[in-house]
């Protein structure tokens, strides 16, 4: 109690009353800069503060006029699901010119701004920089020249500078990802999908050309998510000799028998009877006979002489060498339209918000930052220490120390990158280790998209380990009953992009069916086990686990991976399918807002899924721009309810015409989404009407987000390799036996890291009750929603992100 209230005194005295603040978008658009737009204002309103536009980014600063205009809550209402910027942007070459820096911070000073917000790239945070630095000197030229006088040089003699980075390419170092690059990454996975479906009638190679600029980010991560069979990027330059290299490759793919369905027929394939699936099987089936190969090339994709490689060059490379019939995309401008991702509007509007703080926490000595995300954490960094780092990887490129430009790239990156090339080429099986070890793979739960991806991962890192990687179909049902196929590495092609679970999953325990499970374990020979899954799939491992003292069949390597669209599994912060829910929430809500343009004065009750698990209903609130959130997690009464519905009557008499409620499903037994749709219905009634909506299983379907493709990749990744060091330690007297707690583990996102947790220690950190965490990271997400809504709430910022030095030690490899 005593934190709250020192959080809650330290917040109050965060005032903005008698600053103001403006903010400005820079250079390209992105989307999500008019969710971080928004979350400014808000916020900066909030806290007592004057917050202008700065309309066509540095051009209107140096016009001045009606580009600076203030804003008020009302003005950045249905902003949120916008793309681009809705305050424009625009290249400004006298903002360049000491002349043009001097007119800006005339047209500042008639308005008593002092604290910008500006968001854009590393040469739009590069020059608020400088002109920050030159801000006293430009003070006193204006006193010079009469345009302003003593007392208003003094009353504004600091001008405080908070970056944001929006930017598709992720080219910034110090983040891991940059405001507009889920959304971009949506843009071309949704091109390659659609690709994917027109190979029904074509037998074709498709080159593929993405954004970038100078950094590979876009190209890599969607070549992981899509699973293509080669990528260039200006960070990893091919060797001579890589023309034939990819011919061969793609020749062998093609030889392998990739069906439509990007799935290749490896010799021995079987399907789940047994029977043989052999290349003439599959020229019999015209459905089945054409195939497709997918190359992606990043926008400044180099050879290792840095001899640009453009997507003309590949296409008469693949025709020349293989004769295959070749066609090239470029995507183009496509990538930075549309929507913005949840991810994208839930990560601007917690930069937008930590940005005010920052601004506000603000003194002489301060030095200009830039809001970052590392892991999941909002954190503040020195603006031109990033800058530096930024520059220092094209400096590196130029001199051909690749290694180092990666490393600079950040952790994410070469994360990426590292997975990338596990799983990049299948070697001959005479080239592979020989480890003797079996592994098992099961989806276990809910299906949730994005496990087919894990699974895909998981088989293939085990082959190129060494391992004879097993299937069980239908969990620990298909477990028991003896449901399981040795896989090969052909038979996971094209899994990436499914949703649901291909192998099939059900929520049974393996508490009664031990005896059965072990004697399988054994009939096998199984030597260590990957459960993919949610709540159930956790339980799963604490059960087998448990189960070690009277059946020693299960003393072996075991792992858990998070799944689920509920992220309600203890010791992790972020589950596998829960993006591509979200991403299902807040385009419903998009529709369903839209579906009323045409009406006055709507308000819309949406119940989400989630268990008791509040995330889904919560953080797709806020990504959504929702005016109240009803979760478990937060208990509330009927005062609360007639408090909401009278919050949102006022806010419907400022003009705002639309209002969306989001309400768990189990947050509470009695005021149900009847209850309260009828509720609001009833007192609501002359000022506005309602409309109720379940989304259901909508939010459990669909094709998984190319965060929850990459995230299953690469976390499956490295559960396996983890696996891997637990089968040599645990290997004695020809047999693996391991029976220690940290050789059961939970793999799973732990703030910035990545952390393997012993099952049986996160006991202690669960609800099993209700199925949630005892502690949940998201619920201090759950004010912002409130601000932005516009409730007096507390705010801890005891997590805010503190200005931090940018570390250029390569960081160590978590297990």
């Known amino acids: 109690m005593a934190k709250q209230q020192d959080t809650k005194k330290l917040f109050e005295n965060l005032s903005g009353a008698g600053k103001s603040i403006g903010v400005l978008t820079s250079g390209g658009d992105a989307q999500g800069m008019n969710a971080a737009v928004r979350a400014v204002v808000r916020m900066g309103i909030y806290v007592g503060a004057k917050v202008y536009f700065i309309h066509e980014g540095y051009q209107g600063m140096v016009d001045g006029g009606d580009n600076i205009e203030e804003a008020s809550w009302e003005s950045v209402s249905s902003m949120l699901q916008v793309g681009g910027t809705v305050i424009g942007s625009a290249r400004c070459k006298e903002f360049r010119s000491h002349e043009g820096r001097l007119k800006a911070a005339h047209q500042l000073i008639l308005r008593g701004i002092t604290n910008l917000c500006v968001i854009g790239g590393d040469g739009s945070l590069t020059g608020a920089n400088l002109f920050r630095e030159e801000w006293s000197g430009l003070l006193e030229e204006l006193v010079q020249q009469g345009l302003i006088d003593e007392e208003a040089a003094q009353n504004n003699s600091e001008l405080h500078i908070v970056g944001m980075v929006g930017s598709i390419d992720n080219d910034f170092c110090g983040t891991d990802m940059t405001i507009g690059t889920d959304s971009a990454l949506h843009r071309i996975i949704e091109v390659v999908d659609a690709i994917m479906t027109t190979a029904q009638s074509h037998q074709r190679t498709f080159v593929l050309e993405v954004m970038g600029r100078h950094c590979g980010y876009l190209a890599l991560v969607s070549a992981l998510a899509c699973g293509a069979d080669w990528v260039l990027i200006p960070e990893m330059p091919p060797e001579d000799g890589w023309e034939e290299h990819m011919c061969q490759k793609l020749s062998e793919s093609r030889s392998r028998g990739s069906r439509l369905n990007i799935i290749i027929v490896a010799e021995g394939a079987t399907d789940r009877q047994g029977k043989a699936i052999t290349v003439d099987n599959v020229k019999d089936n015209r459905a089945d006979k054409k195939r497709l190969n997918i190359i992606i090339v990043a926008e400044g994709a180099i050879d290792c002489h840095n001899k640009p490689i453009t997507t003309n060059h590949i296409k008469e490379l693949v025709v020349s060498c293989l004769g295959f019939d070749t066609r ?6 496509v990538q930075r339209g549309g929507t913005p991702s949840a991810f994208d509007r839930i990560l601007a509007s917690r930069m937008g918000v930590e940005a005010v703080l920052a601004l506000l926490e603000a003194s002489d000595s301060t030095p200009a930052c830039v809001v970052s995300l590392c892991g999941n954490q909002a954190v503040r960094l020195p603006l ?25 790239r950040g952790r994410s990156f070469e994360n990426n990158l590292n997975t990338y090339k596990l799983l990049s080429y299948h070697k001959a099986d005479s080239e592979l280790p020989n480890s003797s070890f079996k592994v098992a793979v099961l989806n276990v739960g809910a299906p949730a998209a994005g496990m087919n991806a894990a699974v895909r991962s998981a088989v293939r890192v085990g082959i190129k380990e060494g391992h004879k990687m097993f299937a069980v179909n239908d969990g620990i049902e298909g477990f028991y009953k003896g449901q399981i196929k040795e896989i090969k590495w052909g038979d996971v092609a094209g899994w990436t992009g499914q949703g649901g679970s291909i192998l099939g999953t059900k929520r049974t325990l393996p508490a009664k069916h031990l005896d059965k499970i072990a004697e399988q374990i054994r009939i096998h020979n199984i030597n260590a086990l990957l459960v993919i899954g949610g709540f159930e799939a956790f339980e799963c491992l604490l059960q087998l686990y448990e189960a070690r003292t009277s059946h020693e069949d299960f003393c072996i390597p075991m792992c858990v991976l998070p799944a689920t669209i509920s992220n309600n599994v203890p010791g992790t912060d972020l589950s596998i399918g829960a993006d591509t829910s ?3 929430i807040v385009e419903t809500c998009d ?4 579906s009323a343009s045409g009406t006055k004065r709507r308000v819309f009750i949406i119940e989400t899924m989630g268990g008791y698990c509040g995330y889904l209903a919560s953080v797709g609130g806020l990504a959504a721009g929702a005016d109240t959130v009803y979760i478990y997690e937060e208990p509330f009464g009927i005062r609360d309810l007639q408090s909401n519905v009278e ?11 639309r209002g969306l409620v989001l309400r768990n499903e189990n947050s509470n ?14 007192e609501g009634k002359g000022v506005f009407d309602c409309r109720k909506n379940v989304l259901g299983h909508m939010q459990q379907g669909g094709a998984p987000s190319p965060f929850d493709r990459n995230f299953g990749t690469k976390i499956a990744a490295k559960a396996i390799q983890w696996i891997s060091r637990k089968l040599k330690e645990s290997y004695k007297d020809g047999k693996v036996f391991a029976n220690t707690e940290d050789t059961a583990c939970l793999l799973g996102m732990r703030r910035r890291t990545m952390a393997f947790q012993p099952v049986v220690q996160l006991k202690d950190e669960t609800d099993f009750a209700h199925r949630i965490p005892k502690e949940q990271w998201w619920l201090k997400l759950h004010p912002l929603m409130k601000i932005l809504a516009k409730y007096k709430t507390s705010y801890d910022v005891s997590d805010s992100g503190q200005l931090e030095p940018v570390t250029r030690v390569r960081p160590k490899k978590a297990d």
């Open 582 to 584: 979200l991403n299902a």
């Open 669 to 682: 037994e009695n005021f149900t989404t009847d209850f309260i749709y009828q509720l609001y219905s009833e």
């Open 384 to 408: 031109m220490e990033c800058v530096q780092m930024t520059q220092d990887v094209q400096k590196s490129m130029d001199e051909k120390n690749f290694e180092e430009a990666v490393r600079l």
């Open 647 to 657: 919050h949102l009557t006022e806010k419907m008499k400022t003009g705002i015409q």
């Open 328 to 333: 090239v995309t470029i995507l183009g401008h």
């Open 591 to 594: 529709r369903i807002k839209q």
